[in-house]
């Protein structure tokens, strides 16, 4: 009985472990792939002006790309070192750095409606740079709030986050200016 308990309780941490380590992957992508894209709508706004199309291609692509090389560094990094990864863990790598990609959906989105709230180009550039900023922001105060944070905690890392975000925008200015 007592063999029982002890292998029902390190079930019980592995689950707790993999719980952790999704939650943490989950939030650090979001904010990763947000701050992705709005530096993706930076470099394009300040290079001119893309056909909306171009641009939501440029920010799921990008992604993409970014997804599949954290996929990639995360399989062949240390993991490799240690024994090559089956199909089990391909996957759940791939589906642990999907934050990444869907991190860029809410400014490609905010690029694809922006016509309907008659924006053009440029007020199309600076909603989605919004959009992504507040991404990145959400993203980190959801992961706070997640792991158990003091409401301080959360209002700090939005804080940061804020402040990560008003780099970026200044960024954009410095460049269109």
């Known amino acids: ?15 707790a472990r993999r719980a952790e380590h999704r939650a943490h992957a989950d939030y650090t992508g979001g904010v990763y792939g947000s701050m992705l ?10 290079l001119g ?26 399989l062949f990094g240390a993991r490799l070192a240690r024994r090559p990864p089956d199909r089990r863990v391909i996957l759940r790598v791939c589906r642990d750095e999907w934050p990444i990609v869907k991190a860029a959906v809410p400014p490609a989105v905010a690029i694809a409606v922006s016509p309907v709230l008659g924006l053009d180009v440029p ?16 993203w980190s105060v959801a992961a706070a709030h997640r792991a158990g944070a003091s409401r301080r905690l959360m209002v700090t890392t ?20």
């Open 158 to 177: 939005a804080s940061v986050n804020v402040l990560l975000g008003l780099v970026i925008v200044l960024v954009k200015i410095a460049l269109t200016h």
């Open 123 to 138: 007020g199309s550039l600076w909603l989605a740079l919004s959009v992504a900023v507040a991404g990145q922001v959400g």
């Open 37 to 46: 894209a709005a530096s993706v709508i930076i470099g394009a706004g300040s």
């Open 1 to 15: 009985m007592a063999g029982d308990t002890s292998g029902a309780g390190q079930a019980t941490d592995r689950r």
């Open 49 to 74: 002006a893309f056909p909306r199309a171009e641009l939501i291609l440029l920010l799921l692509l990008t992604s993409l790309v970014f997804w599949v090389a954290h996929v990639h560094a995360e």
